[in-house]
Nanobody, 114 residues
Framework: QVQLVVSGGGLVQPGGSLRLSCAAS????????MGWYRQAPGGQRDLVAR???????HYADSVKGRFTIARDNAKNTMYLQMSGLKPEDTAVYYC????????WGQGTQVTVSS
């Protein structure tokens, strides 16, 4: 089993920055891809960014150039650095890992509002 603990959400003004962290139990995540999903009110869960075990990244078009995903396998932790935040980035953010992204962390609320 893998447990994921997410931290770093909050309220930020448009144009601001936040960094989310996802700490995983065990060291098995070093061989797993990981990712961030988000779900806006009334919306579906959408993939925001993902990173392979070797560090290859992929971003949703809506966040390219503003968000950066990274991982530190020694610390069993993944990050999402979010900059240039917009109101439409408001959502609950989840980290995922495992085969078929079978493991989900608890969500963290990110609210972008003035």
């Amino acid at each position: 089993q893998v447990q994921l603990v997410v931290s770093g959400g909050g309220l930020v003004q448009p144009g601001g920055s936040l960094r989310l962290s996802c700490a995983a139990s065990g060291n098995i995540i070093s061989i797993m891809g990981m990712g961030w999903y988000r779900q806006a009110p009334g919306g579906q869960r959408d993939l925001v960014a993902r990173i392979t075990s070797t560090g290859t990244t992929h971003y949703a078009d809506s966040v390219k150039g503003r968000f950066t995903i990274a991982r530190d396998n020694a610390k069993n932790t993944m990050y999402l650095q979010m900059s240039g935040l917009k109101p439409e980035d408001t959502a609950v953010y989840y980290c995922v890992t495992g085969v078929g992204y079978g493991y989900w962390g608890q969500g963290t609320q990110v609210t972008v509002s003035s």
